[in-house]
């Protein structure tokens, strides 16, 4: 049973480990396999792979062979509609996984969210990950030395705001709009662009500001 944190204009505000299945992370070559082995056919992603939401495979794309492979996704454990996070480097790249991964699985840094489908819809909390007010509730937790990380502790702890599924369903298609329309932009000045981008990200966040009574 969720545990209700705060129950305000129809939604409640909950921490993100009431909301999911499970929250992983990849492994670190180093310690389990070796890179770019002769043998090797799949693909190692990092938050290097991670651009605008989608994972694009390079020529400078790291290689695993099956049984690094194997080895990933036993700890990762990735499936369709998973929400990839990058929780160390640049933190806060997100996708959503459309399709079951096969031929690819994720580095050691880059962590995997399993949402509970009966509360939360994967694409709802990918675009609440990316708004100023849970970006800044999460960097607030962020450690290290050089490499800044957000230990998957903290993550699970932070609060986000939950309406219904049907609500979280008119917000994800209004957004993928916007977001569609922003991704067309294949032409133009460069100021025009980043103009058009900025005003996405404006009512994405309008779309995704739940405020709380005092």
């Not at 400078?60 to 099956?66: C, E, G």
């Not at 962020?142 to 049907?166: D, H, N, Y």
Request: charge should be positive; proline fraction near 4%; charged fraction near 25%.
């Amino acid at each position: 049973m969720i545990r209700l944190c705060q129950y305000i204009f129809g939604f409640v505000f909950v921490e993100l480990d009431e909301v999911i299945l499970s929250l992983n992370t990849g492994l670190n070559p180093r310690q389990f396999f070796k890179l770019n082995t002769d043998d090797a056919t799949n693909f190692y992603v990092t938050i290097r792979e991670m651009r605008n939401g989608q994972i694009v495979i390079t020529e400078k794309t790291d290689r695993i062979n099956n049984a690094a492979l194997h080895l990933c996704n036993n700890r990762s454990n990735l499936e369709k509609g998973d929400v990839l996070f990058s929780g160390t480097g640049t933190i806060g790249e997100t996708v959503v996984i459309e399709e079951s991964p096969r031929t690819w699985n994720i580095k050691e840094g880059v962590y995997s969210i399993k949402p509970n489908p009966d509360w939360i819809l994967s694409y709802y909390l990918r675009y609440l990950l990316t708004t100023e007010k849970i970006k800044s509730a999460y960097m607030k937790k962020v450690a290290g030395g050089t490499v800044k990380s957000l230990p998957m502790k903290e993550l699970r702890q932070i609060f986000i705001p939950l309406p219904s599924l049907e609500k979280q369903t008119e917000i994800v298609k209004t957004i993928r709009h916007f977001d569609a329309l922003c991704n067309d932009l294949g032409s133009g000045l460069p100021a025009e662009i980043e103009a058009r981008r900025k005003q996405y990200e404006y009512y994405r966040d309008k779309l995704l500001s739940f405020k709380v009574k005092e």
